[in-house]
């Protein structure tokens, strides 16, 4: 099994900043890439940043110059810096790892986090 455990929601005031945390654990060979998405109450779920193992980043129009998303390959973690919070960027944020790689099988696979609730309000 491979788990994705998220850590650094909480709550903070228009203009702070966050970073979230997600560790991968289990018998892992190897993570393409790993993104983070959120999902506000009454809409979909969308993307917010996402990293390859290269290094390559791609970013949310809504988040750009604001977020920063970086990983430790060693680590299988991924990280979210969040300055300049908005109160539209309240949601509950994912960490997904896609084309994970693991011991026990040949077949790639896509894991999901548990989510981790993020509350920008004064």
């Known amino acids: 099994q491979v788990q994705l455990v998220e850590s650094g929601g909480g709550l903070v005031q228009p203009g702070g900043s966050l970073r979230l945390s997600c560790a991968a654990s289990?018998?892992?060979?190897?993570?393409?890439?790993m993104g983070w998405y959120r999902q506000a109450l009454g809409k979909e779920r969308e993307l917010v940043a996402h990293?390859?193992?290269?290094?390559?980043?791609n970013y949310a129009d809504s988040v750009k110059g604001r977020f920063t998303i970086s990983r430790e390959n060693a680590k299988n973690t991924v990280y979210l810096q969040m300055n300049a919070l908005k109160p539209e960027d309240t949601a509950v944020y994912y960490c997904?790892?896609?084309?994970?790689?693991?011991?026990?099988?040949?077949?790639?696979?896509?894991?999901w986090g548990q989510g981790t609730q993020v509350t920008v309000s004064s």
């Open positions: 997904k790892a896609a084309d994970v790689r693991a011991t026990w099988t040949i077949t790639k696979f896509d894991v």
């Open positions: 289990g018998s892992i060979i190897s993570i393409n890439a």
């Open positions: 990293i390859t193992s290269g290094g390559s980043t």
